[in-house]
């Protein structure tokens, strides 16, 4: 194997990361601060891919124009789910969330199904041409997806660091009746975490549909992984989520050098696996 | 400041509280003693809203009068000037010092001269807070915990604090050092409802105190009247003339 090889699938391994790390860190917030596992969380990256693609044909002529919108329009969807039916089953116990969750799922994807039809629809790259990294050529929109990606990841971040209501989203994870007790409106937090969980898997939609095409099942295929994404960084953690995320970029990146890409796959479940046996409470536990 | 009457809670089945009936004037600090499990701890939660009230009615006198509490969720009784602090503290451990104080005094919207008085206040009262705001609050000692349990309410301007067990785990001169920073809560304007193991120090602090079985106020009178009558304190409390004698 080459350095240039391994440079090139490092670079890969980033950029599918960064996309994971988007839809596990809304996964985690929500997981963690609501105790709400929800897994119809891999429909709203499917929404925004199938978004971005919707604004292209109807003719808004830009990627990064279509960008916005797209994530406006499933963080609309976010809320109104939240309004609606999310509403009625918070502090219900686990199997009536799951299920009703993963019912909103399958609604979402069969609907989407019956619209748009189950073929891939291909997206031209919104930035064309290839980037000299050292010894290799690369192309430039993976690049962009890595920097869109981190400079996302990393402002919510601060966010919840600093903002008010990341205070609040910390403290209504870590404490919640006190929390309440102390003045903090704990259902608009959660609507608040609503609305960022939504942006941020349509986020990642939007950047990987040019890269993977754009299909009803593409939200399904990456939700259990980012579920275990997030157990590896530790339920509620929002670093702990990146992180894991770009793990599993990587591992899946760098089998594909010597494994068939389901094999890839079926390496990267292993290796969560083996995380889960050894720290079954996160790579840096449940801190927040 | 704050009137309760007849206020009822169950977990579950079990009638836990069965008519509690108390008030609180302004600046007022007034004991809410009893044996372990009588729900003295219950009748402050109901207070705040964490437990569901039954039956019955709590209210707190606002600018605009008395206001009907009952049945709004814990944070609009927060607004509405009611001040929790629970058994154990419960600081977010994973929150700076300064977090901690931010959780509540956000929801204020201050303006910067007057969320500094806030701050102001609270340090005031507890100076060795100022120099522990970017240390995380699990890492405070026990008496570093209760000051901060106590600021973070403070610095919301409080018209009444429910105050639960302050003194559990501190040392004797920690918790008399507590004990006279609820006095001095008091001399602010501020009602105070004190819930402590301690009795003793409980009345030494305040000039009233009711007392509780079985989910209800059995008995109420005047500190100084209670500490005259050891027989009731016994029967009551379970503290005994020994006890008392002692230094």
């Known amino acids: 194997m080459s350095g240039e090889v391994l440079l090139l699938q490092l670079a890969n391994g980033l950029s599918f990361g960064v996309i994971f790390a988007l839809i596990a860190s809304g996964i985690t917030l929500m997981w963690g601060i609501m105790d709400f596992i929800n897994i119809a969380h891999g429909e709203l990256y499917m929404l925004g891919a199938y978004g971005v693609w919707l604004w292209l044909v109807i003719g808004v002529g830009d990627f990064w124009l279509a960008l916005p919108l797209a994530v406006m329009g499933v963080l609309g969807l976010g809320l109104a789910l939240r309004g609606t039916v999310l509403r009625r089953i918070f502090d219900r116990p686990p199997l009536h969330t799951l299920l009703a969750t993963y019912g909103i799922a399958l609604i979402l994807q069969q609907g989407v199904l019956a619209i748009f039809g189950p073929f891939t629809k291909e997206l031209a790259l919104p930035v064309g041409g290839l980037v000299s990294l050292g010894p290799v050529r690369y192309p430039a929109y993976r690049l962009v997806v890595i920097g869109v990606g981190l400079v996302i990841i990393v402002g919510a971040w601060i966010l919840i660091q600093r903002s008010t209501y990341g205070i609040w989203i910390r403290a209504v994870a870590q404490d919640r009746a006190m929390a309440a007790a102390l003045g903090v409106p704990v259902p608009r937090v959660y609507t608040v975490v609503m609305a960022l969980a939504s942006a941020l898997a349509a986020v990642g939609g939007v950047l990987a549909a040019p890269l993977f095409g754009v299909s009803p099942t593409m939200g399904g295929e990456i939700i259990l992984l980012a579920f275990i994404v997030v157990m590896i960084g530790g339920l509620g953690n929002y670093v702990g989520s990146v992180i894991g995320g770009v793990l599993i970029g990587e591992v899946i990146a760098l089998g594909a050098i010597w494994l068939q890409p389901t094999e890839a796959y079926l390496g990267a479940l292993g290796v969560l696996l083996a995380l889960l046996l050894l720290r079954p409470a996160g790579l840096l536990r449940a801190a927040r | 400041m704050l009137r309760v009457t007849d206020l009822h809670v169950f977990y579950g089945k079990s009638h836990i509280l069965r ?9 007022e600090v007034v004991a809410l003693l009893g044996r372990n499990g ?26 605009a009068g008395w206001q009907e509490v009952t049945r709004l969720p814990p944070w609009e009784r927060a607004a509405l000037g009611l001040g929790y602090v629970p058994e154990e503290r419960r600081i977010f451990p994973h929150l700076t010092v300064g977090e901690n104080l931010r959780v509540g005094l956000d929801r204020l ?7 500094r008085h806030a701050l102001q206040r609270a340090f005031d009262l507890f100076p060795a807070l100022a ?20 600021a973070r309410v403070l610095v919301l301007r409080p018209r009444v604090i429910l105050l639960d067990e302050p003194s ?9 050092a507590m004990m006279e920073a609820v006095a001095r809560l008091g001399g602010e304007g501020i009602g105070v409802l004190l819930v402590e193991q301690n ?4 009345l030494d602090t305040c000039r009233r105190a009711y007392i ?14 209670l500490r005259a009558d050891p027989v009731a304190m016994e029967r009551m409390l379970g503290v005994t003339a020994d006890e008392e004698a002692a230094p």
């Open chain 2, 212 to 225: 509780m079985d079985k989910g209800r106020i059995c008995h109420h009178d005047e500190a100084v009247a």
């Open chain 2, 19 to 27: 008519g509690v009936d108390l008030e609180l004037a302004a600046g």
């Open chain 2, 168 to 176: 559990q785990g501190l040392s004797p001169l920690l918790a008399e």
């Open chain 2, 199 to 202: 009795a003793l120090a409980a």
């Open chain 2, 109 to 115: 919207r201050l303006a910067g001269a007057e969320r």
């Open chain 2, 38 to 63: 009588v729900g003295k701890s219950t009748t402050l939660k109901a207070l705040i809203g964490l437990v569901p009230a039954h039956q019955g009615s709590v209210r707190v006198r606002t600018d």
């Open chain 2, 131 to 150: 120099d522990h705001l970017h240390r995380p609050g699990r890492v405070l000692s026990g008496g570093q915990q209760q000051m901060l349990a106590l």
